[in-house]
């Protein structure tokens, strides 16, 4: 079986960044409870900052058992603008788009997350540079899970797992 | 170090707020505001609940005035000692004293600090301490007799000196029995000191922090801060939290103060700012 979950590359999830309390408590348990299920040999997809953050996450991980099957974990997430005190300020764009991503991420539709509008997400402040990628993984994928859906500090947050 | 006051224990990372409670008339402070007991337990409830890990309970003002004798001494603070155990039996009780015979007697009664704010004065409080597993508050006064001013106090080198009396004076506990996780030092500011003295040594705290003994220090709306910024009792708070950032960032310890949130806050800063203490809610920036 292959196994692809994707959370957000979101920096608060670094050890580094630790706070006395955790502002993404939530978040961080659906981040535990993908990348658990991932087993023990993954893969991952993202930039070098998200990578950082994938690579804490399973630097986190304990009693994982293996299947021997593949295993992905992708970083992207979605806008970036949805509030005032976003970090890209408001942009009502945003909504619609994060609408249409995440239904293409959840169908999942490859041809849809190929097709994002890489000139609208780049002014939303999107991380999806990964989408393309993860697209070719979700070929022949289907949904296992929403673990986490929402936009606490005014970014899109997904924590999604999908099976092949 | 891991810090031990006699049943509990502090990690080394953890600075800790000493709250002043006064079971006394006329201490320069709040003037009598807590000599009541019930006003004085009343205190206690309020700095336990603002967060202070110690209250330092004093029967006697450092000022000279009226003498006190020991039977009164215990008299204002013993029985209240023992009530401050039963309420509370988490805080940490230190006792302001310098005095063997009322140091046993407070310790029997559930104390396990004793802040011999005078220096060593009575030359049996560390026996006091060791005997009741209690911790020991080792100051420097420059040899002044207690409850007396200076009085044209001069040092080669008033760090120096700070640190060799405080230092000896921790020998001499530990050869007593102290436990050495349960002795701290304290320079003592306006103890034997003019206001430059105290400057140079709030100026040169990371000396005796060096030491590698724990550091307790007591600034609180002193008459250096009032001297220094031309200030009475009473307006002196934001002068105290300056010389509290500044020894906080040399590594104190322990802060005896009268004023424990705005103290509280003003070391959690200075301990993230050092690297000591995370942040309480960090996400500007890590979205």
Request: with cysteine.
């Amino acid at each position: 079986m292959t196994r692809i979950a994707l959370v957000p590359g979101c920096l608060a999830l670094l050890p580094a960044y630790a706070s006395l309390l955790d502002p993404v408590p939530e978040l961080r348990a659906a981040c535990a409870t993908a990348v658990a299920w991932l087993g023990e040999d993954v893969r991952i997809v993202a930039a070098d900052q998200g990578r950082r953050v994938a690579e804490a996450l399973l630097a986190t991980r304990t009693g994982v058992a293996g299947d021997g099957g593949s295993s992905y974990l992708v970083v992207a997430n979605g806008a970036a603008t949805r509030s005032e005190r976003a970090p890209g300020y408001l942009d009502e764009r945003a909504f619609d788009f994060d609408r249409a991503l995440a239904k293409s991420l959840i169908a999942p539709d490859p041809a849809a997350l190929r097709a994002v509008d890489t000139d609208l997400s780049h002014a939303l402040w999107a991380d999806v540079a990964t989408l393309a990628p993860l697209a070719d993984l979700l070929d022949a994928a289907h949904l296992e899970s929403v673990d986490y859906d929402d936009d606490p500090y005014g970014v899109q947050y997904w924590v999604l797992r999908w099976a092949s | 170090m891991t810090l031990r006051l006699r049943r509990h224990t502090f990690a080394d990372d953890q600075p800790l707020m000493m709250a002043i409670v006064n079971r006394t008339p006329d201490s320069f402070f709040d003037k009598g505001a807590t000599w009541a007991e019930d006003a004085a337990f009343e205190r206690v409830g309020t700095v336990v609940e603002q967060g202070a890990e110690i209250v330092d309970i004093g029967g006697i003002k450092a000022a000279p005035g009226v003498e006190i004798p020991p039977a009164e001494e215990k008299a204002r603070v013993v029985d209240f000692v023992a009530r401050v155990r039963e309420a509370f039996p988490d805080v940490v009780i230190s006792v302001d004293t310098w005095r063997a015979e009322v140091g046993d007697a407070v310790c029997r009664a559930g104390a396990d600090v004793l802040n011999d704010a005078w220096g060593g004065a009575d030359p049996e409080l560390v026996d006091v301490a060791a005997a009741h597993d209690a911790a020991i508050i080792c100051t420097h006064t420059g040899g002044v007799t207690p409850r007396t001013r200076p009085y044209r106090v001069e040092y080669d080198d008033v760090v120096r000196s700070a640190i060799e009396d405080t230092v000896a004076y921790a020998q001499r506990a530990l050869d007593a029995g102290v436990a050495s996780e349960s002795i701290v030092i304290d320079p003592a500011h306006d103890f034997g000191k003019n206001t430059f003295h105290s400057l140079e040594i709030t100026r040169r705290l990371g000396e005796m922090v060096a030491t590698g003994w724990p550091v307790l220090v007591s600034l609180s709306n002193k008459d250096f801060v009032g001297e220094t910024l031309d200030l009475p009792v009473g307006e002196r708070l934001l002068g105290t939290l300056a010389a509290t950032s500044v020894c906080a960032l040399a590594g104190a310890r322990i802060y005896r103060v009268h004023q424990v949130p705005e103290t509280r806050q003003s070391v959690d800063m200075v301990w993230s700012i050092a690297g000591r203490r995370r942040p309480a809610r960090a996400i500007r920036g890590l979205q």
